[in-house]
């Protein structure tokens, strides 16, 4: 079953503009993942968050954890069309698997 | 440094016709290894997972089956497809073991379309 859960499903903004997308999830988990789509291809793995963190920051990414509410943000800064993607969060509750959600559609227009 | 291949990158197969997808991973040892499928516009549902040659194990109950002949070789088959077989395949690996940091890599994935 899907543990993650993205919200919004889609989301559309303007270049420039800060785009956050959230994800939660229900069971207890050792961290939290952020993948990238692009359409028709493999996802890429952005940023991991382990579940003793509570912020973490690669370039434009910044990643929220907050455990008590099962719950994750990704944000995207300054955003360009080149960010045009599907966003997925996984967990991880062991060693062996991720558990990804449905994934939430960032389209930025130029 | 790794790397993931994995094959054909696109076919359309009859219903009841056999499917054999293929998956390598290099530049690693006894990596843990999965095969996704993914709905138009869907997440992703996890199919299957090896820890080791021969180790399979199902998630869903399913048309498909999964082996492991080889230590970085993961193949997806099926015997005769079904209509909802139609999807996005991923195969993926990942370090075994590691819970702090088990990032997965992704191959780039194949369209199985069944007519």
């Known amino acids: 079953s899907q543990q993650g859960e993205e919200d919004p499903q889609a989301l559309s903004i303007q270049e420039g503009e800060n785009a956050t997308m959230n994800c939660s999830y229900k069971?207890?988990?050792?961290?939290l993942q952020w993948y990238r789509q692009n359409s028709g291809r493999g996802l890429v793995h952005l940023i991991l968050?382990?579940?003793?963190?509570r912020e973490k920051h690669s370039g434009r990414l910044r990643v929220t954890l907050d455990t008590s509410k099962k719950s994750s943000s990704l944000l995207i800064t300054a955003s360009r069309a080149a960010d045009t993607a599907s966003y997925f969060c996984?967990?991880?509750?062991?060693?062996?698997?991720?558990?990804f959600g449905s994934g939430t559609q960032l389209t930025v227009l130029p | 440094s790794q790397t993931i291949h994995q094959w054909p990158a696109t076919l359309v197969q009859p219903v009841g016709s056999p499917l054999s997808l293929e998956c390598t991973v290099e530049?690693?040892?006894?990596?843990?290894l999965y095969w996704y499928r993914q709905a138009a516009g869907r997440g992703l549902q996890l199919l299957f997972y090896?820890?080791?040659?021969?180790?399979i194990s199902s998630e869903v109950p399913q048309n498909l089956s999964a082996s492991r002949p080889q230590d970085r070789q993961f193949i997806l088959s099926s015997k005769k497809l079904l209509l909802s077989d139609s999807g996005f395949y991923l195969c993926?690996?990942?370090?075994?073991?590691?819970?702090?940091?088990?990032?997965?890599?992704f191959g780039e994935g194949s369209w199985l379309t069944v007519v």
């Open positions: 530049g690693t040892s006894n990596p843990n």
């Open positions: 993926a690996w990942k370090v075994a073991g590691r819970i702090s940091g088990n990032t997965i890599y």
């Open positions: 069971t207890s988990i050792n961290n």
């Open positions: 968050i382990r579940s003793n963190e």
């Open positions: 090896s820890v080791g040659i021969g180790q």
């Open positions: 996984a967990t991880a509750g062991s060693a062996r698997q991720l558990t």
